[in-house]
């Protein structure tokens, strides 16, 4: 049997092109990539649309795999990466608009780019965009998190989309670029920059950059913001320097025990929307008991993304993010 | 819901195994799936029978080990039972446990035809 698709052909190679392995669907304009295009509205990595009728699928240890990939790849371009994860409406996205707007003010050379996870819709990544900052828009289809993969693919379009590595490293990798031919800002920065170079990503081999390799603090910020939901995205690396879960005080105190898991995975908690706390029955010491019997070294920082209150020391936390001994 | 998304990876698994070491048929499949793993076992079984149907996996009896959940209790320093995240330390009611088992999720073997 094929064991590419499961039919019952066993020829070496697949000649029909339906067999070939899924392909995200991009918007050229903006390197959006939607993996839910095809005919099941699933991604299935190694499997043709047709067959993917049948089901989600998701290999774990690949998953891994690739995330070891991207995290080498992050530290190699100097970035430090967070994945955002929450159940829908806790206002991560607000969070990150206000995050980006103060981090411009504070440290107006520290790039910023992000990766937004949704279903469907560009409307998240439409709203980073405005501020300014770098975005590129994942659909998942009816998948109900990111994984290592797409988070890959994501990166190497914000290459090409004025991300992180381009504008920190003043680089663009040429095999990337030819999607993206119609593209006037992609190649916005400075031509002596722009090189083609040899990259072995993983196996510690030295890049062959012309700028000085990367000593200290990252230079710049990547904000993987996750599919709205608090069970799934717990179980799949995406590369990340550390998850941080935003839970928000209309949602209620017992979350942290109902959904021990991606509160485990998470090395901080954002409390928002705390500007709400007097209109609500919300009692924000229970919710860090809950939150530290389920992660005893969790750390918690409370905030309004709306009000502004708390926000300095979210934004201290990220400078220390930015160093790579924070996370060791 | 990512049990399904699971399935299919440990099908993907199989698959690679079944063009390397060149069987047609699994008759027995075995899972460890840990109790802190983040996966329903119904849900994952369900999801395996599911996508089994046309593919090596197809009529496979699936026996699942299931590692009970562990952990270091951060007070006490004993190690303990943890059946379910957020519970206490059964010798000191500390709930600062550190998980140390329980968390495995892999393909442990299988029994393998050639018809």
Known sequence: MCVICGCADSGEKHPDPAHAPAAPQVNAQTGDLHFGAGAARVSVPGMSQARAIKLETD???????????????????????????????????????????????????????????????????????????????????????????????????????????????????????????????????????????EHEHGHGHPHSHDHAPHHGDATSLLFIENVGNLVCPAAWDLGEAAKVAILSVTEGEDKPLKYPDMFAAARLMILNKTDLLPHLQFDVARCIEFARRVNPAIEIIQLSATSGAGMDAWLNWLEHALDPDFFA | MHEISLAGGILKLVEDSALKENFRRVSLLRLEVGQLANVELRALQFALEAIAPGTVLEGAHLAFDEPPGQALCLDCRQTVPLPERGTACIHCGSYRLQATGGTELRVVDMLVADD
């Open chain 1, 59 to 197: 290999i774990l240890g690949e998953n891994n795999r690739i995330a070891a990939q991207n995290r080498q790849h992050f530290h190699a371009h100097g970035v430090t990466a967070l994945n955002l994860v929450s159940s829908p409406g806790s206002g991560k996205t607000t969070l990150l608009c206000a995050t980006i707007l103060a981090l411009k003010r504070r440290h107006p050379a520290l790039a910023v780019s992000v990766i937004e996870g949704d279903q469907q819709t560009s409307f998240d990544a439409d709203r980073i965009r405005a501020t300014g900052a770098p975005a590129i828009q994942v659909n998942t289809g009816k998948g109900c998190h990111l994984d290592a993969p797409m988070v890959a693919e994501a990166f190497a379009r914000l290459h090409t989309h004025g991300g992180p590595a381009a504008d920190a490293a003043h680089h663009h990798h040429d095999d990337h670029a030819s999607a993206e031919a119609d593209d006037s800002t992609a190649h916005s920065h400075d031509a002596p920059h722009t090189h083609g170079h």
